[in-house]
């Protein structure tokens, strides 16, 4: 296949709201020895994109200027040492920004291949929260089966990500979302029980679905003063684990009580982690989850897709709070390919 020069991709004009997305051309990126070239048929819209946009994430050095972090596509070229993948695969990626475009170059240590049965579209929304999730709440924080999970945002992407992982290593999570319909989707993600944050408190709720013990693990998005509620809501040996600071950046801590129960706070971001360490979380997800998420049964996050060149309403539709899983850019690639 001869590769065009230049493509059509999203560029942030200048930091600010939803409508500084636009459409813009640029080169199809150069290919390093440990790349491959995705031609990108979806790309998943995550958080950090929308802080990126507001000028609040700056791109690590060396990435692309462009956002977008997860893409699903195929292999249209590879550089000299890439191993164990080839043209033509059907693949999904954590890139290092540069997602919505028509082409991305990826390390291949960040490369998946798609789920059995899964379109593009569908695989698009996987790699950023599962990156992510697998990082933290399972690699740092030691998931385990049996364990009690308490999931803030439990209808998002990461949210959504950290109930399906919960299910697959058998630990039970219990979702916090703010409306029935929230409800009824984590449900269906595999959350055991629901709290709605609006009308129930979250600390009675975990403790009465806990015997009184506590939440094992939390995934917090929240922070600010939910922090204090996360951890009275801990049991004894405790992990909560930060992935973002939506409601606060400071929060009062009661350093007694993480001393008293054995707590454990820690938090990280996905994007300045080294390609080593990608690796090593692309690997835990090949080996550990894969199988499930090809399950015939599997249910799959839901999705809403938008052309390319809608970024900006996409951002906008996210930032309404009004949806339910992930929300996904087609590229002409993607559209034109709709069961792929
Ligand atoms: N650490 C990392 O490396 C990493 C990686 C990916 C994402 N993140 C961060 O994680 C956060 C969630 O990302 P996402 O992609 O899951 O977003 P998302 O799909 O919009 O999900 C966020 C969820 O949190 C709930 N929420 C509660 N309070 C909120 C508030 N004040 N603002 C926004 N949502 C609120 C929302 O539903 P209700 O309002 O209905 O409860 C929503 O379901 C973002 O801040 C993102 O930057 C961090």
């Known amino acids: 296949m001869t590769l065009p020069e230049h493509m059509t991709a999203v560029c942030i004009a200048e930091p600010g709201g939803p409508e500084v997305l636009t459409p813009c051309t640029s080169p199809v990126p150069q290919l ?6 995705i031609q990108v048929a979806a790309a998943g819209i ?10 609040l994430y700056a791109p690590p050095p060396g990435a692309s200027r462009l956002p977008g972090l997860e893409v699903a596509g195929e292999i249209v070229a590879m550089g000299g040492e890439v191993t164990d993948l080839a043209l033509g695969d059907r693949v999904m990626a954590l890139t290092n920004g ?12 960040q490369v998946l291949p798609v789920p059995h049965g899964w379109r593009l579209a569908e695989a698009a929304a996987l790699p950023e929260t599962w990156f992510t999730v697998t990082q933290t ?5 030691g998931l ?4 009690h999970v308490l999931v803030h945002g439990g209808a998002g992407g990461i949210g959504g990500a950290a109930i399906q992982i919960c299910s697959i290593v058998g630990a039970h999570a219990i979702a916090v979302v703010s409306d ?3 409800a009824s989707y984590c449900n269906r993600l595999g959350a055991i029980a629901t709290i709605d944050r609006a009308r129930e408190n979250i600390v009675d709720r975990v403790m009465a679905l806990t015997d009184g013990r506590g939440a094992d693990r939390v995934v917090d998005l929240i922070g600010g003063a939910l922090t204090a509620v ?3 809501a801990s049991a004894r040996g405790g992990h909560i684990v930060q992935v973002s600071t939506l409601e606060g950046a400071t929060a009062n801590v009661p350093l007694r009580t993480i001393m008293a129960k054995d707590l454990t706070l820690s938090g990280s971001t996905l994007r300045p982690q080294t390609a080593a360490t990608k690796a090593a979380i ?3 997800i090949r080996d550990n989850f894969l199988s499930s998420l090809s399950a015939a049964n599997w249910i799959k996050p839901a999705i809403s897709t938008f052309p390319l060149a809608e970024a900006a309403r996409a951002h906008a539709e996210m930032e309404s709070r009004r949806h339910r899983g992930k929300l996904i850019l087609l590229t002409a690639f993607g559209a034109a390919n709709p069961a792929s």
């Open 32 to 37: 390093g020895p440990t790349e491959v070239l």
């Open 46 to 55: 995550n958080g950090p994109d929308l802080a990126q946009r507001r000028g």
């Open 98 to 109: 540069g997602g919505y475009a028509e082409y991305v170059a990826v390390p291949f240590g």
């Open 137 to 141: 709440l399972v690699m740092r924080a």
């Open 144 to 147: 385990r089966p049996g364990m």
């Open 180 to 182: 029935g319909d929230k």
């Open 230 to 232: 996360n951890i009275a």
């Open 282 to 284: 692309a690997a835990h």
